[in-house]
């Protein structure tokens, strides 16, 4: 570039810029100074007592009835959220441990079976012990508990439900002792049959032998069974509502069915009255009931009638022509052959007024005034002299027909007897022996 005036060049400077007023020029020129900052004066520190500053907190939220309700459902739910996580746990130990037990339990019965020989009953502690018929296992494991033969009722329930023996306790008697497990109780009650005693009653025994047998037997005295037999409700027995039992000796002669039974050993005396009456309703057949309206009799009659033939007959093949004597008297237009005379009537009235077995009837036997004594009274006797069976039943309810009126047993010792028609012909028989 030319200068204006000279024409020269200008050269260019070296001191980097425009100097300012006052500033050295060129490379001696002072760096500049740093601008230092103002001091501050100190406030004067004051002589009086400096006041303590209050802080002022900001006042807590409150929580709203949505926020504590929301607060109140997550701590239930963890609560519940633990309680249910425990109780799975426990719930799995408990399975764990009885499936150890169970499994225990059941391979111990499997290598080791219970017998009625395995069974050991100690001697110093035997009792009886009596299930009553459809009696619940409850039942049971309560009356075992307080005769001490088991220590917990509730584990002798779980193991007769875990094996299978609930409603199959067998009613009846057996023998039990203490220190016998749970399973072995059991099997007695459930496998073993009933402890029985078993009695015979033959056919034309009275009443008064029937209860003298059951004594003999231990089962019960003569004496309870006789005032059983007036106190059993009977109200069960049909065939037995309309008969008068207000004359008869025992209440109810006649029906007590002579057989073979057997009876639990601790029978009652009611219990073995209702055996002895289901006997009689089960052999006395519907057909039986027909036959009494054709020949016009009552029940009670008819087994009167079998009860005379019972005591008369010694041969079965007499026993339908004896039965057909008593109808022909019974039914006889002449007085005086409406008696039965039956010598096993006087023979039972004997007995029942002295205590004696009458074998030889004589004619003062025979004036007795009583009316089971059917020499002087006509008919039926107050109530059957004794308990016939079934082939008296039947003679009685099919007699023979014939005209025979009168017979007599024979001195051969056959056991059979001579018939007649007339009084002049049984007199006969009777001296013509």
Request: charged letters at 25%.
């Amino acid at each position: 570039m030319a200068d204006n005036l000279s024409g020269k060049p200008i050269k260019p400077r070296t001191s980097g810029g425009i100097r300012r007023p006052g500033q050295a020029s060129g490379k001696y020129a002072p760096a500049p100074k740093h601008k230092e900052k103002p001091v501050q004066e100190k406030a004067p520190v004051s002589t009086s007592p400096v006041k303590e500053q209050k802080t002022t907190l900001q006042p807590r939220r409150r929580k709203t009835r949505a926020n504590l309700r929301f607060e109140k459902d997550v701590n239930q739910r963890r609560r519940k959220t633990a309680i249910t996580t425990l109780f799975i746990v426990l719930i799995i130990l408990v399975t764990t441990f009885s499936g150890f037990l169970a499994y225990t339990y059941m391979t111990d019965n499997i290598n080791n079976p219970i017998t009625q020989d395995s069974i050991y009953l100690e001697q110093d502690s035997l009792v009886k012990f009596r299930v009553e018929k459809q009696e619940s296992t409850r039942s049971i494991s309560d009356r075992l508990y307080d005769m001490g033969l088991i220590a917990n009722k509730t584990m002798y329930r779980f193991l007769s439900k875990f094996n299978g023996y609930d409603g199959m306790y067998n009613a009846g008697t057996y023998t039990l002792s203490k220190g016998l497990s749970y399973d072995e109780i059991m099997y007695i009650l459930a496998e073993t049959p009933p402890e029985t005693i078993k009695v015979t009653f033959p056919e034309g025994f009275t009443t008064d032998q029937i209860a003298a047998r059951l004594e003999a037997n231990n089962l019960c005295s003569a004496t309870d069974f006789l005032h059983a037999l007036g106190t059993v409700d009977i109200s069960e027995y049909p065939f037995l509502q309309n008969i008068d039992f207000s004359t008869r000796d025992h209440r109810l002669d006649g029906y007590l069915f002579p057989d073979t039974y057997e009876f639990d050993v601790l029978s009652k005396p009611e219990e073995i009255i209702y055996k002895m009456l289901d006997r009689f309703n089960a052999i006395f057949k519907p057909t039986f009931y027909e036959r009494l309206e054709e020949l016009g009799l009552t029940l009670d009659q008819v087994v009167n009638l079998a009860a005379m033939v019972e005591r008369e007959a010694k041969l079965d093949a007499e026993r339908a022509t004896i039965s057909g004597v008593f109808y022909n008297r019974y039914t006889n237009w002449q007085p005086g052959n409406r008696k039965f005379e039956s010598c096993a009537t006087v023979r039972y009235l004997y007995k029942k007024l002295y205590n004696e077995d009458l074998i030889t009837i004589l004619n003062e036997h025979t004036k007795i005034d009583h009316p089971y004594n059917t020499y002087m009274y006509e008919g039926f006797t107050p109530g059957p002299i004794c308990s016939p069976g079934l082939a008296s039943l039947e003679a009685a309810l099919y007699p023979s027909k014939h005209q025979y009126l009168y017979f007599v047993a024979k001195t051969d010792g056959s056991g059979g007897h001579i018939f007649s028609k007339t009084y002049a012909e049984h007199l006969a028989a009777k001296g013509g022996q």
